[in-house]
């Protein structure tokens, strides 16, 4: 990479970041005003450390989305990740080995949906649907339904340690963040998935290996999914069969409030950086206003459909429809 | 025509895994082949067929409803007070009003982000997933309400002869949705924008009215399934209906109705009904957990769209084509 093109790519990223970088500012700054204790360092580390997990979940949503496709399978699989990861802590296994059988049931779940997806040409949304619920109910199974306590000491640097004064899992979830982003602009996959998500047909006639790709983006995500998984049992320090529920649709709402339609074939996971931030401090303020758990559930519902709404709406401005019927 | 024949070999598969599953069960589960047991199999699948058969006529449509449930959760908990009155015909009246009133107006909200505002179904319902589950927990702040009047309770527990009401009512929703998508004009419009929702609109049909109806009734129904459902429990709680959605849309699925809209029908659908019921039916006769429900549903989603598209190469569970959702 020449000197010119990477000024160029630093250029393009300063210009992509604005809008979203004031949206954050203005909400941290609301609930800094609104809010006692939420501009704290302790609380502003522990949005950090709490979004991290939903960073990594976001980057697998936003490959799939690029695509045009959807991921509803990441929430599940974290589950079973975390639940396969504790069970085997509890069992005894050695420490390195779970976490690899933790992440690895990741990739057999992502490399699944990626081959009935690519093989079978079936439509995502029930694909992933489908592998959603086997994750959640192989999770419920393995964890007799309740949740996998207690991991001791060694397990939980991994999501409650810290590394130059920032939680560790913020630096794991920037390394994949900076893999992922490399991986879309400096890749051959990555020019597959926005011609995928550009347009299909003309991607596979322009001889892009369009099952290939499809394969190795839902099998991406499933990786990410369950290294998520690993860091969120290790940061609570105890794996719930349902808790990973609901994080595939903070992560589409990350991607989308980022800036990628889901329409696919535009966008990026910069975008997908600031949106998962956005989200998480949307979740921590409104934790700390002291709001009912019912209430969280119905603004963080309308959030989700608000952000997708503008979006799409944007996007028939602009003459490019966002959502089929 | 060869659209028909195509169907055949899925409808003859769909016949004979249940004829398979019927007579296997009868050899190996003791307790199957008994009238308790098949009643209560016919009594567990008519709630079911209640909710699938909504669901069957939404994605014909192109589109799904993960709301269901709750919708079913907070109109039967809005409505359960009135089943609690001295006057059982007036509060009956009302209660069911009140029921069916909720459960249109989610549908209605539904159909207006999916057709006015353009939002990919599984984002506008996942929204309303969320704002009535909420709804319902802020509205029941935990209490249950419980013990309604014989006249209310009649629906579920009640039989006409020798045949429960359930199975009846069942009926007659099946009934009711086999007409309208077969035989009127608004069926075959639900076709045409499944299948193709610009040539729908070129030829005179309008496709937000249709997409707008469509949501509507399924809200009526989930409302529906809600009443039955609290009706056979006598008691109405805010967590209520949870697997709803999974469920329907797994008994849509193996019932052979594809997921990119315009290809299956409501006939395939009492076997998906039936199937999915049996299988459960099973687990629970061979004393299989029931963590394991969820999982088989995810499996069972998988397994019905893979052999879907190989028996019929393909344009059942969705030919080539951008749509993903």
């Excluded at chain 1, 709402?253 to 980022?258: H, R």
């Excluded at chain 1, 910069?270 to 709001?291: D, F, K």
């Excluded at chain 2, 594809?258 to 006769?285: D, K, P, Q």
Aim: with cysteine; proline share 4%.
């Amino acid at each position: 990479m020449s000197v010119k093109s990477a000024d160029r790519e630093v250029f393009r990223i300063l210009r992509r970041i604005p809008g979203i970088a004031y949206a954050l500012i203005a909400l941290v700054a609301a609930f800094a005003w609104f809010i006692p204790g939420f501009f704290t360092p302790s609380n502003l580390l522990s949005v950090v450390r709490q979004g991290s997990v939903l960073i990594m979940v976001s980057l697998g949503a936003t490959l799939a989305i690029l695509s045009r496709g959807v991921n509803l399978s990441l929430g599940g699989v974290m589950s079973l990740a975390g639940v396969v990861t504790g069970v085997l802590i509890h069992r005894g296994a050695p420490l390195s080995l779970a976490i690899l059988a933790g992440v690895a049931v990741g990739a057999v779940a992502g490399s699944l949906v990626g081959a009935v997806i690519a093989r079978a040409d079936i439509a995502p949304f029930i694909v992933t649907l489908g592998m959603m619920s086997i994750g959640e109910g192989l999770a419920l199974v393995l964890s007799g339904g309740a949740s996998v306590p207690g991991f001791g000491a060694s397990f939980q640097v991994i999501g409650q340690g810290s590394l130059l004064f920032a939680p560790l899992p913020f630096w794991i979830a920037l390394t994949l963040f900076f893999l992922i982003h490399f991986l879309l602009r400096h890749t051959q996959l990555g020019v597959a998935i926005y011609a995928i998500g550009g347009n299909e047909e003309a991607a596979a006639l322009s001889g892009v290996d369009v099952r290939r790709a499809k394969f190795q983006i839902y099998l991406i995500g499933g990786l990410l999914a369950g290294l998520a998984g690993v860091v969120l049992a290790s940061r609570m320090n105890s794996a719930h069969p349902s808790g990973g529920m609901g994080f595939e649709f903070d992560a589409i709402a990350a991607t989308v409030v980022g800036g990628t339609p889901m329409s696919g074939g535009r966008g990026g996971v910069v975008g997908t950086l600031g949106g998962a931030a956005i989200i998480s401090v949307m979740r921590n303020g409104l934790n700390m206003l002291g709001l009912p758990t019912p209430w969280q559930m119905i603004i963080i519902g309308l959030i989700i459909v608000g952000s997708v709404a503008l979006d799409t709406v944007g996007s028939a401005v602009h003459g490019r429809r966002g959502g089929t019927v | 025509m060869r659209a028909w024949r195509r169907m055949d070999w899925g409808t003859f598969s769909r016949v004979f895994a249940l004829l398979a599953m019927g007579i296997i069960l009868s050899f190996t589960a003791p307790g199957f082949p008994t009238l308790t047991n098949l009643l209560n199999v016919a009594r567990q699948a008519s709630l079911l067929l209640v909710l699938s058969s909504g669901m069957t006529m939404v994605i014909l449509l192109g589109g799904t409803d993960l709301s269901v449930g709750s919708t079913a959760a907070l109109s039967s908990c809005l409505a359960a007070p009135f089943f609690l009155r001295d006057a059982p015909t007036a509060g009956l009246l009302i209660g069911s009003l009140v029921g069916l009133g909720t459960g249109a107006m989610c549908g209605l909200l539904n159909g207006l982000m999916v057709s006015k505002i353009g939002l990919p179904p599984f984002v506008a319902t996942y929204g309303m997933n969320q704002v009535a589950r909420g709804a319902a927990l802020a509205y029941m702040a935990g209490n249950i309400t419980y013990g309604f009047k014989p006249a209310f309770r009649f629906l579920a527990t009640g039989n006409l002869g020798q045949v429960p009401m359930l199975v009846l009512l069942a009926a007659l929703v099946f009934a009711i949705f086999h007409f309208v998508l077969n035989r009127t004009v608004f069926g075959r419009q639900v076709y045409v924008v499944g299948a193709r929702p610009s040539a729908a609109a070129f030829s005179g049909i309008s496709v937000p009215g249709t997409i707008l109806k469509v949501y509507l009734v399924n809200g009526l129904v989930a409302a529906l399934a809600g009443l039955v459902f609290i009706s056979r429990l006598n008691a109405a709680e805010a967590g209520l209906g949870e697997p709803f959605a999974l469920q329907a849309i797994a008994a849509v699925a193996i019932g052979g109705t594809s997921f990119r809209g315009g290809i299956g029908g409501i006939g395939g659908t009492v076997v998906g009904v039936l199937i999915m019921t049996l299988l459960t039916n099973a687990m629970n006769l061979l004393g299989v957990s029931t963590l394991w429900q969820t999982a088989v549903t995810g499996a069972v989603i998988l397994l019905a769209v893979l052999l879907d598209r190989t028996l019929t190469g393909g344009e059942a569970a969705g030919g080539r084509g951008a749509r993903t959702h």
